[in-house]
């Protein structure tokens, strides 16, 4: 459905420059001079909590009746629970009062390495947008 595609392809860029943007600890990066949005709390939750349910709805739908379902929209799917996941962990670890306990494993993935996911989200966005019909985008 290109309702899908469409909205997976905006949810997907609109994560990835929420994580390129926001600083260590999960707050808005105060260098950044991209714009008040990014530095909205209520849009960032809105974002990852839309990204993460595209991503799994995405993962239903194709584009077309004889579009490939298991692999058509692998990345596109990997990107926005990782991308929505991501941001929703640095908005919880924002408003906690305390420290959140987390893994070494999540820490290093969706904490320190959440930049990287913003980039692969963001380019992942643009391969989709271009190749639709692409086996794994």
Not at 12 to 37: H, I, Q, R, S
Request: hydrophobic letters at 55%; charged letters at 10%; one cysteine or more.
């Amino acid at each position: 459905m290109l309702q899908f595609y469409f909205l997976s392809i905006l949810c997907n860029a609109l994560t990835g420059l929420t994580l390129v943007f926001m600083d260590e600890d999960g707050a808005p990066d105060g260098k950044a001079t991209v714009g008040w949005l990014f530095r909205n709390a209520i849009f960032r939750l809105i974002t990852g909590i839309l990204t993460a349910l595209v991503g799994v709805l995405k993962i239903l739908p194709g584009i077309q009746a004889n579009h490939v379902f298991l692999f058509g929209d692998f990345l596109p799917v990997a990107a926005g629970l990782a991308g929505g996941f991501a941001v929703l962990l640095g908005a919880y670890r924002a408003s906690a009062s305390a420290d959140v306990p987390l893994s070494p494993a999540v820490s290093r993935v969706f904490v320190q390495g959440k930049k990287y996911i913003g980039v692969g989200c963001v380019v992942v966005s643009v391969l989709h947008f271009i190749f639709p019909h692409v086996l794994f985008l």
